[in-house]
């Protein structure tokens, strides 16, 4: 799940779209410009099932009539860019902040297109974005993972929710929501995970992690170790020693997200239509 956006072409505004397979006098606009017919699904199957693979294949040369179509991020990714140009300073970025979505649906008009496009630029090259509190490995330093504020650092959720995992900046923690309150039970700035055992139903594993600096130990059910990888021949790795720090954060680590929206920006510009969020 995550966050997509769309622009639609122009062949149907300036009328060289092929001849749609229903009457012209049905087909309808919704908010953003996407073609549809203007009868009820029920009792004209038949009709919307010819008139949306027109839509999709047959048209004009843009596959469902589409000028351009992204994906932007996941939510997690997505979140964090947003907290990322919250730390650059909205005051910088009012198109940005006016349009980006919170949720999907809505969309971005296409005379804001420009400003936000010289928005983007001014936070890949020039934003300060200063440091961000990230989960890495102990012994190698590498990113696992980084605190997102709007899901309050939690990036995992085992046993039917009822373990939740995140980094925030005071560590590494893990809650039971099971319990009522919900607790935490462990929190870490340097700590080591090992894996002890099996969970009592076998589906998980029962991992102890210690802290660096106190030698407090816990031990969790989690469906696996933190960050374990493999999953092909042989056993699966996974880092026996993490740490939280707060590292140098720059807009450039995100080039991907605006590569995605420069793309319908670029779109919305030359179509004169809107970047809607899907």
Same mark, same amino acid.
């Given at each position: 799940?995550?966050?997509?956006?769309?622009?639609?072409?122009?062949?149907?505004?300036?009328?060289?779209?092929?001849?749609?397979?229903?009457?012209?006098?049905?087909?309808?606009?919704?908010?953003?410009?996407?073609?549809?017919?203007?009868?009820? +699904?029920?009792?004209?199957e038949d009709l919307?099932?010819?008139?949306?693979?027109?839509?999709?294949?047959?048209?004009?040369?843009?596959?469902?009539?589409?000028?351009?179509?992204?994906?932007?991020?996941?939510?997690?990714? +997505?979140?964090?860019?947003?907290?990322?140009?919250?730390?650059?300073?909205?005051?910088?970025?009012?198109?940005?902040?006016?349009?980006?979505?919170?949720?999907?649906?809505?969309?971005?008009?296409?005379?804001?297109?420009?400003?936000?496009?010289?928005?983007?630029?001014?936070?890949?090259?020039?934003?300060?974005?200063?440091?961000?509190?990230?989960?890495?490995?102990?012994?190698?330093?590498?990113?696992?993972?980084?605190?997102?504020?709007?899901?309050?650092?939690?990036?995992?959720?085992?046993?039917?929710?009822?373990?939740?995992?995140?980094?925030?900046?005071?560590?590494?923690?893990?809650?039971?929501?099971?319990?009522?309150?919900?607790?935490?039970?462990?929190?870490?700035?340097?700590?080591?995970?090992?894996?002890?055992?099996?969970?009592?139903?076998?589906?998980?594993?029962?991992?102890?992690?210690?802290?660096?600096?106190?030698?407090?130990?816990?031990?969790?059910?989690?469906s696996s170790p933190?960050?374990?990888?493999?999953?092909?021949?042989?056993?699966?790795? +996974?880092?026996?020693?993490?740490?939280?720090?707060?590292?140098?954060?720059?807009?450039?680590?995100?080039?991907?997200?605006?590569?995605?929206?420069?793309?319908?920006?670029?779109?919305?510009?030359?179509?004169?239509?809107?970047?809607?969020?899907?």
């Amino acid at each position: 799940m995550g966050l997509d956006a769309f622009v639609s072409c122009r062949c149907w505004q300036d009328g060289v779209a092929a001849p749609p397979p229903v009457p012209r006098d049905l087909i309808t606009r919704d908010g953003v410009l996407q073609l549809c017919l203007s009868v009820p +699904y029920e009792g004209n199957e038949d009709l919307h099932r010819d008139f949306e693979d027109w839509v999709l294949r047959r048209a004009c040369g843009h596959e469902n009539m589409e000028q351009a179509s992204v994906r932007v991020a996941n939510w997690a990714g +997505y979140r964090l860019f947003q907290a990322a140009l919250e730390a650059a300073g909205w005051d910088h970025l009012p198109t940005l902040r006016a349009y980006l979505p919170q949720c999907n649906g809505g969309s971005l008009p296409a005379e804001a297109a420009p400003r936000a496009l010289a928005e983007l630029e001014w936070f890949t090259s020039d934003a300060d974005l200063g440091t961000h509190t990230c989960l890495l490995d102990g012994d190698t330093g590498e990113r696992l993972d980084s605190y997102v504020p709007a899901y309050e650092g939690v990036f995992r959720w085992d046993g039917g929710q009822d373990k939740g995992v995140g980094v925030d900046p005071s560590g590494l923690f893990v809650l039971d929501t099971s319990a009522e309150p919900p607790r935490e039970v462990f929190r870490s700035l340097r700590c080591s995970q090992e894996v002890i055992g099996v969970t009592p139903d076998g589906a998980g594993r029962l991992v102890r992690l210690t802290d660096a600096g106190t030698s407090r130990s816990v031990t969790v059910p989690l469906s696996s170790p933190i960050f374990e990888s493999g999953g092909g021949p042989g056993p699966a790795r +996974y880092p026996r020693r993490l740490r939280v720090a707060a590292v140098p954060w720059t807009g450039l680590e995100f080039a991907g997200i605006v590569a995605a929206l420069g793309e319908v920006l670029h779109a919305a510009v030359e179509t004169g239509n809107p970047v809607s969020w899907c």
